[in-house]
């Protein structure tokens, strides 16, 4: 996300730190050249990091081209910015192992690096060591911390910066940073992903139900508003199904502050104790027929309507928060103008804060309107099969120029090699009658 020597579209260029970052990155490749990679590499490390549980990939999979990959070191690293401190985190993990670990204030090549810890073992033996930064060990209460994490809670496929969420020694305050960006800030959305919480979201935001209400409006989907309905649950369940009415008010009524959600195929229903009432907050969609005003659930609206509907509480924080939302694959489900115009909108607005990473098939978001030369990227596989990713800006071309055309005739790679398709006699295997 760094720019490079060009000038256009300065408003994608955030300082920060005094580095200047972009707000904006699409990904390009041909199915299986591993663009969608990047977004779940740093998916795996968002979950590794939030829940401390090593994901099955990253014990399971390996680069099959490499008959010894599967005993290979696996690294992942990251810099980024939190509180307007750059931090440098990587983890490197091999046969289930972390086998180092470390977390540094980033001098960004500019000065020396400072290490807040560092975690190192061993495949072959149980060698497990962590070394905290000065401030640790000199603390009277902190320093007793590290010989207590090693001996007495680290597992050696835990990372130390799981455990950083319950230290309360002001001196661990860096460490938590570091790990409330991997926790708040760094948002994967998948193809599957669902926003939680969203009815809450829109009952009790107001700027954000308008803004919903105004993205869905000038979308044309027909939506006039977004309504928000609290149903008893004995209602929403029903006679048949008395046994869910049951148990969820057994929750609630144990634990009258939660809330309590129920995933259905296409939408999300809140239960919550209203009044000592367990009641089920349902949304719904108003449109305008000839006939009158109808409404709508979100299993009644359309797969696209839907998929718009899973990107605004991420488009809405983009705009006000200094959050990094990594999107696969982004024009699933979604009208290529459509979602044109909402990249377009994020694109053209000056006063976001947060990044925008995604990748896609679209050809129609090409356009050197909306993105800077050094926002595109395109990821294609090399001989020995690893994915390289490589930028637009990389081919100085001008701004002006079709880059759109320039993609779909193979100028800049990133697309499928199609072969003579005219020798594709695909009829041969047609069954006679």
Same mark, same amino acid.
């Given at each position: ?11 994608? *260029? ?11 990155? %699409? ?31 990253? /014990?399971? &999979? ?22 307007? /401190? +750059? ?10 192992? @972390? ?10 090549? !500019? ?5 807040? #810890?560092?975690?190192?073992?061993? *495949?072959?033996?149980? %060698? ?13 209460? %902190?320093?007793?911390? +590290? ?5 007495? =809670? ?13 230290? !309360? ?18 948002? +994967? ?11 809450? &979201?829109?009952?009790?935001?107001? $700027?954000?139900?308008? #803004?919903? =209400? $105004?993205?869905?409006?000038? #979308? ?5 508003? @977004?309504?928000?309905?609290? @149903? +008893? ?20 009524? %144990?634990?009258?502050?939660? *809330?309590?959600? #129920? &995933? ?12 000592? !009432? ?7 969609? /108003? ?45 699933? $489900? ?28 679209? $050809? ?70």
């Amino acid at each position: 996300m760094l720019p490079g020597r060009i000038t256009r579209l300065a408003h994608h *260029v955030y300082s920060d730190s005094g580095v200047d970052i972009l707000k904006i990155n %699409a990904m390009y490749g041909a199915n299986g050249a591993g663009k969608s990679n990047l977004i779940k590499s740093l998916t795996l490390l968002h979950d590794f990091i939030r829940t401390g549980e090593l994901p099955i990939e990253l /014990l399971t &999979q390996s680069f099959k081209f490499d008959p010894e990959a599967r005993t290979k070191d696996i690294y992942l690293g990251v810099e980024f910015i939190k509180n307007d /401190l +750059p931090f440098y985190y990587g983890i490197t993990i091999n046969q289930g192992i @972390i086998i180092e670990e470390e977390l540094q204030i980033s001098g960004l090549n !500019k000065k020396g690096d400072i290490v807040l #810890f560092r975690r190192t073992d061993s *495949v072959s033996d149980n %060698a497990l060591e962590v070394e905290f930064a000065q401030e640790v060990t000199e603390d009277k209460e %902190a320093g007793l911390f +590290p010989l207590f994490l090693k001996n007495e =809670v680290l597992k050696r496929n835990t990372p130390v910066l799981f455990h950083m969420a319950s230290r !309360k020694n002001k001196v661990f305050d860096l460490y938590k940073q570091a790990l409330q960006w991997f926790v708040i800030d760094l948002v +994967p959305i998948m193809p599957d992903y669902k926003p939680q919480g969203l009815v809450l &979201q829109l009952e009790t935001d107001s $700027s954000f139900r308008l #803004f919903a =209400v $105004s993205v869905m409006k000038s #979308f044309n989907t027909g939506i006039l508003d @977004i309504l928000i309905e609290n @149903i +008893p649950i004995e209602d929403f369940f029903g006679e048949d199904d008395r046994h869910q009415t049951e148990r969820i008010s057994a929750e609630l009524r %144990a634990n009258p502050e939660k *809330v309590r959600p #129920f &995933q259905t195929d296409n939408e999300e229903i809140l239960f919550v104790l209203i009044n000592g !009432k367990v009641v089920a907050k349902r949304l719904y969609f /108003l449109h305008e027929t000839d006939g009158g005003k109808v409404r709508f659930t979100a299993d009644e609206e359309s797969d696209g309507t839907r998929r718009l509907l899973d990107y605004l509480p991420a488009f809405y924080s983009a705009i006000n928060n200094k959050r990094i939302f990594l999107i696969d694959e982004i024009e699933r $489900s979604i009208h290529p103008l459509l979602i044109k115009e909402l990249v377009k909108k994020f694109s053209f607005d000056s006063a976001t804060s947060g990044q925008l990473i995604f990748s896609t098939h679209e $050809s129609n978001l090409l356009d050197q309107e909306i993105f800077r030369q050094d926002e595109i990227w395109f990821a294609e596989k090399n001989k020995s099969g690893a994915t390289e990713i490589y930028s637009l800006s990389e081919f100085k071309e001008h701004h002006t120029i079709d880059i759109r055309k320039g993609y779909l005739t193979g100028r800049y790679g990133g697309i499928p090699f199609l072969g003579n398709l005219k020798d594709l006699n695909w009829d041969q295997y047609a069954q006679a009658d």
